[in-house]
């Protein structure tokens, strides 16, 4: 749940930063995995927006979420790079509904070495079968 | 374990990418075997990560096992002194010339390899003296554009609103590319020297630096080194700001939306960022391999830079390749090497040890180049003039297995995935694109749909279309996304589509030539 006192806390923190709405999203995430319609309220009313202008926002880019996701996270690059290096072919065994969520991304800038993901800020380049495999709860 | 490691200084780098293929497990080794470990920033030779070097030999790419052998100077894995392999003393760094020496986030190492020089010599110079000489080295804009830095700054400097701000693009979004990446994790404090000259030359009091979310230590490096640095930099500041996973924020002015907490929606232009940019106010934006570059073109002049290069195009150029590729990583030299050179020479061809089919140079907005292309020479004019684009300078190779109208498709449907929405060709053409490409790659032609056999949508095309009339529907779209777009997302995702179809026509079933050769 999003605590408010400590949305309060996030929004003074960035009070007299100009152009503040990205770095708050960012905090309310890592807060609270996800930006909910109470902490869009929230920022609105701190920032004199919208709701509908915060959501649209929130709602533009591809890192926040409107709802929390209780699975691991890991992040599969499947830009140009790591298709070249077989991305496609490990991507293809990935299990529909494990108990880790695959999200996709494009570039993780290791494009020398791929396959590559991140899970958190932790990098895995070179990745096999079985290492990717081990990351996800194994492979079809 | 041998204790031949006592007070050995071993330097492994901490650049995201070694750690990625585990330099902390290689590190805690050496250090579990009495060693001194340095974590420093790196060569760029990524197919030897983990690299160790040790009194200036190399090492790699190592594992935690292989310490033992490396310490008792029985390993397999020694490359010789690193400064001579030939990947590294066949380049010409300017930008890069502290890679794999100095500790990033140290200013001892910084001062001691000749930082602060530039902006010291900027001081001196004065604003005008300053852009003068960036003006002398005729350094382009490294973000892909090619417009030339001198004339952006002068913009800014002679506008009269204030403030002013320096805004660095660091939202490196291009497959293929991680020249910004390694800058801002091995040299951190080199970005920020060259902002801080683009401040003093255009007047301007603050500086933000706009990483993509994707770059975890690159954020943690450059917020500790815009901390470190303020001292020198003083009266300017640098402010470290995270994207949030969009790719269309590489353009300029989605990225300026985005600083100011917006969608990350792409402006018309004009008016010009250099007048009217963040927050209305005249703002310098450039790449953060533009802004890298310009220490060293005032510590060194600007007639030495230009000294180096090919054409219209001065300098270096950071070249990152990847992909499919024996040896990748990071090759910075003047412009004018040919695309063969790096592709087959440098880059020692595919990994997978199977003939090269296609090089996709300038990220997912650049075009496929067949092996017959390898005679170009790397320069902004050369690929333009082939209908290509070097734009941040990427290499990916791709071997013979590789399906071009899947690449096609992927081109298209990237642009559906990170189109902003705000003009018609980029948002619906791609998705557009994506249905005509999976028509062509079904090989299926198709009849007039229901709304298009109404009498009333007398516009409308009655009759079947063919494989060759769908082929020809693309190079139509891609002409409408090309010239009716509003920035290089919809505007150049017609560089892959159409280089894939004019090169490997096989590959889209074509039974006539595309209209594209013809011309």
Redesign the interface.
């Known amino acids: 749940m999003t605590d408010p006192a400590e949305l309060d806390r996030i929004l003074a923190a960035h009070a007299t930063r100009e152009g503040s709405l990205l770095p708050i999203l960012h905090d309310v995430q890592a807060a609270f995995g996800h930006v909910s319609e109470a902490a869009e309220r929230a920022i609105a009313q701190a920032l004199n927006l919208s709701r509908a202008e915060v959501h649209g926002v929130v709602s533009f880019y591809h890192d926040f979420r409107v709802a929390p996701e209780p699975r691991p996270v890991v992040k599969l690059c499947r830009a140009e790079s790591c298709q070249a290096r077989g991305v496609e072919a490990l991507a293809a065994r990935l299990p529909a509904d494990g108990p880790v969520k695959v999200e996709t991304v494009y570039c993780l800038g290791l494009c020398s070495v791929g396959p590559n993901a991140m899970v958190g800020d932790t990098l895995h380049a070179r990745l096999t079968p079985e290492k990717l495999g081990a990351l996800v709860g194994g492979l079809a | 374990m041998t204790n031949g490691g006592m007070n050995k200084t071993v330097r492994i780098s901490d650049d995201?990418?070694a750690?990625?293929?585990g330099a902390d497990a290689v590190a805690a080794a050496f250090e579990a075997a009495g060693c001194t470990v340095e974590r420093v920033s790196s060569w760029g030779m990524?197919?030897l990560?983990p690299l160790a070097e040790i009194d200036g030999q190399g090492f790699g790419p190592l594992e935690p096992q292989d310490v033992a052998a490396v310490l008792a100077g029985t390993s397999d894995k020694g490359i010789g002194p690193i400064a001579e392999h030939p990947f590294i003393a066949s380049q010409q760094r300017f930008t890069f010339a502290r890679a794999g020496k100095t500790r990033p986030l140290s200013l001892d190492d910084y001062a001691a390899h000749g930082g602060w020089a530039g902006l010291a010599r900027a001081r001196e110079l004065g604003p005008e003296g300053t852009i003068a000489q960036v003006m002398e080295s005729g350094l382009r804009g490294r973000g892909g554009a090619g417009f030339p830095a001198a004339i952006k700054w002068t913009t800014v400097a002679k506008a009269p609103a204030t403030p002013k701000y320096i805004v660095c693009n660091a939202d490196?979004?291009?497959?293929?590319?991680?020249a910004d990446?390694m800058v801002m994790e091995g040299d951190p404090f080199m970005l920020i020297e060259g902002m801080a000259i683009a401040a003093h030359a255009v007047g301007a009091a603050k500086g933000y630096v706009y990483i993509r979310?994707?770059?975890?230590?690159a954020i943690a490096k450059m917020q500790a080194a815009a901390l470190a640095a303020r001292p020198h930099i003083a009266p300017f500041e640098v402010e470290v700001?995270?994207?949030?996973?969009?790719?269309v924020c590489g353009e300029e002015t989605s990225l300026l939306n985005?600083?100011?907490?917006?969608?990350?929606?792409v402006r018309a232009k004009p008016p010009l960022p250099a007048l009217e940019g963040l927050?209305g106010k005249p703002t310098v934006v450039n790449n953060v391999l533009t802004l890298a570059a310009v220490p060293w073109i005032l510590a060194h002049g600007g007639a030495a830079y230009a000294d180096v290069g090919f054409g219209r195009s001065k300098g270096t150029m950071p070249i990152?390749?990847?992909?499919?590729?024996k040896y990748?990583?990071l090759y910075e030299i003047g412009f004018g090497i040919t695309l063969g050179e790096l592709v087959e020479v440098v880059g020692g061809g595919t990994?997978s040890g199977r003939p090269v089919r296609a090089v996709?140079v300038g990220?997912?907005l650049g075009a496929y180049h067949p092996p017959a292309d390898f005679h170009l020479p790397f320069d902004y004019e050369s690929f333009a003039a082939a209908d290509g684009l070097i734009g941040h300078a990427?290499l990916?190779?791709?071997?013979d297995s590789?399906d071009m109208s899947a690449?096609a498709r992927?081109a298209m449907q990237?642009c559906a995935?990170?189109s902003?929405g705000k003009c018609t060709p980029c948002r619906l053409g791609s998705t557009r694109g994506v249905e005509v490409l999976d028509r062509i790659r079904a090989r299926s032609g198709r009849a007039a749909d229901a709304v298009e056999a109404l009498p009333q949508i007398h516009n409308a095309r009655k009759a079947a279309r063919t494989l060759d009339d769908e082929i020809a529907l693309l190079e139509d779209l891609c002409e409408t996304m090309k010239f009716g777009s509003l920035c290089a997302l919809g505007g150049f995702t017609p560089y892959p589509v159409l280089s894939a179809l004019r090169h490997f026509p096989e590959d889209f079933g074509a039974t006539t030539p595309a209209t594209e050769a013809a011309e």
């Not at chain 2, 490196?172 to 991680?178: A, H, I, L, Q």
């Not at chain 2, 979310?213 to 230590?217: G, L, N, T």
């Not at chain 2, 990916?396 to 071997?399: I, L, R, S």
């Open positions: 995201a990418l750690l990625a293929c990524h197919w990560e490196e979004g291009d497959s293929g590319t991680f990446r979310s994707e770059y975890p230590h700001r995270v994207g949030a996973g969009a790719y985005s600083l100011e907490g917006k969608r990350g929606e927050f990152q390749i990847a992909g499919n590729v990748g990583g990994a996709q990220g997912p990427g990916t190779v791709f071997d590789v690449q992927f990237f995935a990170e902003c």
